[in-house]
């Protein structure tokens, strides 16, 4: 349980990789840390001779998982995702493609032999606050080749992205990184009255702030995932905002205002459907052709706003494209659900621990209406359904929340379930 076994499993990983050809799939997610991690990883891998084809997906969805098995008859490595989905990728895989996963959120073993789940968690490296998956990529391509060291600085915009610096400062493998990016005079701390740090990334002449500079890559993620935005991103992640990224940023960034402003004139105006504990909308597909990922941005940014009811989980879904870039079309009617809370609320699930937190509710709801099961947080949370099923799962997250309230006198200690005290 430690940063040694964890450099141990890379090399084993590593030497998957080359006994397995030199043709590589990259399955990435689509955030600032998955783009960062793509653009570390993408590079050495190449260096190293591999040829890299790059895909890069919004979240683990099974029919998404299959197609790339089936699809490329290459090595597969998932970055930034897919270490809790080790079991549905191995079942997938049937021993078919060695596939590799480097991953910082909370694990699940494979039971594919050929499936190796390099996940953080399991050596002990919290994906919480030490270490990002940018950093873990970082590492793994120090281990390739100690040269691929210049690739620092993409390693600390991930863990910015994934705000690991939100305490004040990067710490543990995150700070190797940032130290490693600042000894090569690619970054720079500077310290606020308060202590906290900030970073500026200075690789590309200019000071960049780095927090900037990751909701940037985010966003062409994000809003421009179906238009090529995930080339930029990570084209941006190792030579900065270049004119041509910057140009398409303020383009996205046009085509996201227009979508949240209509979409709010259209709730202020007719309101968001209730239930007793919830409050919930469809976009259907008025944010084409942003990725799905922007549902739950939008529900965030809404979350305190007047014509949302302070007490109500807020639930948002968007309609999922027919398409997914880089894997061709499918034949499925699904719409992405995105769950989120108010401040007041929240403050009642994780700190008086008087209502049920979105951990518990969301994967049991989704059970009951054949949704998928993904990441889910206490405080955030998704689910995939089919189009049609949007109520049903919200009148069966509002049935689990009644029954845990007036259940008598509860004690849960599990992580996900609240605590009622008499
Ligand atoms: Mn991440």
């Known amino acids: 349980m430690s940063k040694e076994n964890f450099l ?40 190293a001779g591999f040829s890299v084809r790059r895909v890069c997906i919004e979240r683990v969805h099974p029919p998404i998982v299959a197609r790339i098995h089936e699809q490329f008859p290459a090595t597969i490595f998932y970055v930034d995702l897919g270490g809790q989905a080790a079991p549905v990728i191995s079942e997938t895989n049937r021993g078919r493609r060695a596939t590799l996963i480097l991953d910082h959120h909370h694990p699940q073993k494979p039971t594919d032999p050929k499936v190796i789940n390099i996940s953080t968690e399991f050596f002990g490296l919290s994906g919480d606050m030490d270490i990002s998956a940018s950093t873990a990529a970082y590492m793994f391509a120090l281990e390739l080749d100690a040269g691929n060291c210049d690739l620092a600085y993409a390693g600390v915009l991930g863990a910015v992205g994934d705000e690991h610096d939100r305490e004040g400062r990067l710490i543990k493998e995150n700070r190797e990184a940032l130290l490693d990016a600042v000894a090569q005079g690619q970054v720079k701390i500077e310290v606020d009255a308060q202590g906290k740090e900030k970073y500026l990334l ?34 941006a992640c190792l030579e900065g905002l270049f004119a041509e990224a910057q140009r398409r940023l303020e383009e996205l960034r046009q085509t996201q205002k227009r979508a949240y402003q209509e979409t709010t004139a259209h709730l202020i105006r007719d309101g968001l459907r209730e239930t007793q504990y919830i409050q919930w909308f469809t976009v259907g597909d008025d944010f084409s052709p942003m990725g799905v990922k922007m549902i739950g941005e939008y529900c965030w940014d809404i979350r305190n706003e007047a014509f949302v009811k302070p007490e109500k989980y807020i639930v948002g879904f968007q309609n999922m494209a027919a398409e997914i870039p880089g894997l061709g079309a499918f034949d499925w009617s699904q719409t992405k659900a995105s769950m989120r809370l108010p401040t007041p609320l929240e403050r009642k699930i994780l700190i008086d621990r008087a209502m049920p937190g ?58 996900g379930k609240f605590i009622v005290t008499a």
């Open 8 to 47: 141990h499993e890379i090399r084993k990983g590593i030497q998957l990789l080359r006994a397995a050809g030199p043709e590589v799939t990259l399955v990435h997610h689509n955030d600032a840390d998955g783009l960062a991690s793509a653009a570390v990883l993408e590079t050495a891998l190449t260096r």
């Open 202 to 235: 200075t690789r590309f002449g200019e000071e960049i702030p780095m927090a900037q500079l990751a909701v940037s890559v985010t966003t062409f993620g994000g809003v421009g995932y179906y238009s090529g935005g995930p080339d930029l991103g990570v084209r």
């Open 358 to 415: 979105l951990s518990y509710l969301v994967p049991e709801a989704a059970r009951q209406v054949g949704g998928s099961i993904d990441a889910c947080h206490d405080y955030t949370a998704a689910t995939i359904v089919e189009i049609g099923k949007e109520e049903a799962l919200i009148l069966a997250m509002d049935e689990l929340i009644q029954a845990e309230l007036f259940e008598p006198l509860r004690r849960q200690d599990r992580k």
